[in-house]
C-alpha cells in the first residue's frame, strides 16, 4: 500500500477534526455545538468542527455562518447543491486537517460524550476507532430486520469485512484518512470504502440515541438505493448469479425438453402444450430481464465512473479557508470560490 506522507504538523494544525455532514439541520445546530464545546473544550486539545452544509434549504448554512463569527473553532463548507451524505462526507475528509478526524452526525444521535474515550484509543495505537450500535433506539422491527439481512448479505458477497450495526460514526488517524482519499471512485459507498482500507482497528460498544430534533433524510427508497449502491460497488457476485441461473435454467430446459421427446417417442402421448409452454417461456423470459437489469446496473455505474465527474462542488468555506490540497490560500482570493472536489487525489 502506498500512502501519501503526511503534511508536517504546523503550530496551527488541529489535533482533532470533527467532520459532521449536515442538511436541514437548523433545529440541532446550536445544541450540537454545545455539547461538542462542553465535550472538547476541557480536553485542551487543538481542535476543529468541520461542518458541510449539503445543500441545506433550511437556514442551516446561515446559523453557522453566524456562529463562526464568534467561534474560530469551525469551519463550514458549503457545497453548491445537496450531493447526498456520502459525498458530503468526502468533502469533509478532504477538508479536514487533523491528526484524527472523527465523523458524526449533525442530529446528535453519535453522542459526543463518547470522543475522549475514542481519543484514548487513537493515542494508544489504534487508526481506527469504529463505534458499534449496542441498540438502534427509536427505529422500527421491519428498519432493524432488514438491516441485518441486508447486512449479513453484503458481507457474504464481498471479500471484505463490512461490519455489522455500524454507521459513519468514526475516528480514523492521518494515515487512515489519507489512505481513504486515494479512492476517488465516484460510487462512493463510503462503509464498504471504510472497511476495505483496513488498518488497526478498535470496536467499541455504544448506544445510539434517537434523534435530538427534526426528521430523518433517508426514506425507504433511499435505503433501497444505498443498498444496491453497497453491493454493486464491492461484490460482482450478482453477475455471476446471471450467469449461474442462466446455466440452471439452460441444463433444466434441456432435461425437460428430452423428457418430453421420450415421452412422445415411448408413450406415443400426444404434448399437453400449453400450460407447460407459458411456464417456460415466462420463467426463462423474467430470468432474461433480471439479468439484463443487473448488466445494466454495472454499465451504469461504469458510464458514471467513466465521466470522472468530481464527487462534490464547494461553493464557499467560512472560517479557515486552506484546505490540504491547497495549504497556501491566496490572501487575495475571494472567501466564496468553487473548488472541484477530489479529482487529483
Ligand atoms: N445528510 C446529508 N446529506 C443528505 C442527507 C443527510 O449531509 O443528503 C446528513 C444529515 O444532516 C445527518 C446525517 O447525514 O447529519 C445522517 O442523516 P439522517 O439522520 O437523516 O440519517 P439516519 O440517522 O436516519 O440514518
Ligand atoms: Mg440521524
Not at 317 to 335: I, K
Amino acid at each position: 500500500m502506498s500512502l501519501q506522507v503526511p503534511p508536517p504538523a504546523t503550530e496551527r494544525s488541529p489535533v482533532l477534526s470533527c467532520v459532521i455532514p449536515l442538511y436541514n439541520e437548523a433545529e440541532t445546530i446550536q445544541l450540537s455545538l454545545d455539547r461538542l464545546h462542553a465535550v472538547l473544550d476541557p480536553l485542551g486539545h487543538r481542535f476543529e468542527l468541520v461542518f458541510v452544509d449539503d445543500g441545506s434549504k433550511d437556514n442551516s448554512a446561515e446559523l453557522l455562518v453566524r456562529a463562526a463569527e464568534q467561534d474560530t473553532t469551525i469551519r463550514l463548507v458549503q457545497l453548491s447543491r445537496n450531493f447526498g451524505k456520502e459525498a458530503a462526507l468526502t468533502a469533509g475528509l478532504d477538508y479536514a486537517r487533523g491528526d484524527a478526524v472523527i465523523i458524526m452526525d449533525a442530529d446528535l444521535q453519535d453522542p459526543p460524550e463518547l470522543i475522549p474515550e475514542m481519543l484514548e484509543h487513537w493515542q494508544a495505537g489504534a487508526d481506527v476507532v469504529l463505534m458499534q450500535r449496542r441498540t438502534r433506539e427509536g427505529e422500527t422491527w421491519l428498519k432493524k430486520a432488514s438491516a441485518h439481512l441486508y447486512y449479513r448479505l453484503l458481507r457474504r458477497l464481498s471479500q471484505c469485512d463490512i461490519p455489522t450495526d455500524t454507521g459513519d460514526f468514526r475516528l480514523m488517524s492521518r494515515r487512515a484518512v489519507d489512505a481513504l482519499k486515494q479512492l476517488s471512485e465516484r460510487n462512493r459507498y463510503m462503509k464498504g470504502l471504510f472497511a476495505w482500507i483496513g488498518m488497526p482497528t478498535v470496536v467499541l460498544l455504544y448506544d445510539r440515541q434517537p434523534r435530538a430534533a427534526g426528521q430523518t433524510k433517508w426514506g425507504y427508497f433511499g435505503l433501497i438505493q444505498l443498498a444496491i449502491q453497497g453491493i454493486t460497488s464491492f461484490s460482482i457476485a450478482p453477475l455471476r448469479l446471471a450467469t449461474t441461473s442462466g446455466l440452471i435454467a439452460a441444463s433444466l430446459g434441456a432435461l425437460f425438453g428430452l423428457w418430453i421427446v421420450l415421452k412422445a417417442l415411448v408413450l406415443d402421448t400426444s404434448p399437453p402444450g400449453y400450460p407447460s409452454l407459458i411456464a417456460i417461456i415466462s420463467f426463462l423470459g423474467g430470468i432474461q430481464l433480471l439479468s439484463i437489469g443487473i448488466v445494466g446496473e454495472y454499465v451504469g455505474r461504469t458510464y458514471i465512473e467513466s465521466k470522472q465527474r468530481p464527487n462534490y462542488l464547494v461553493k464557499g468555506v467560512v472560517g479557515e479557508t486552506d484546505s490540504p490540497d491547497r495549504p497556501e490560500a491566496d490572501p487575495d482570493t475571494p472567501r466564496s470560490k468553487t473548488v472541484p472536489g477530489n479529482h487529483h487525489v
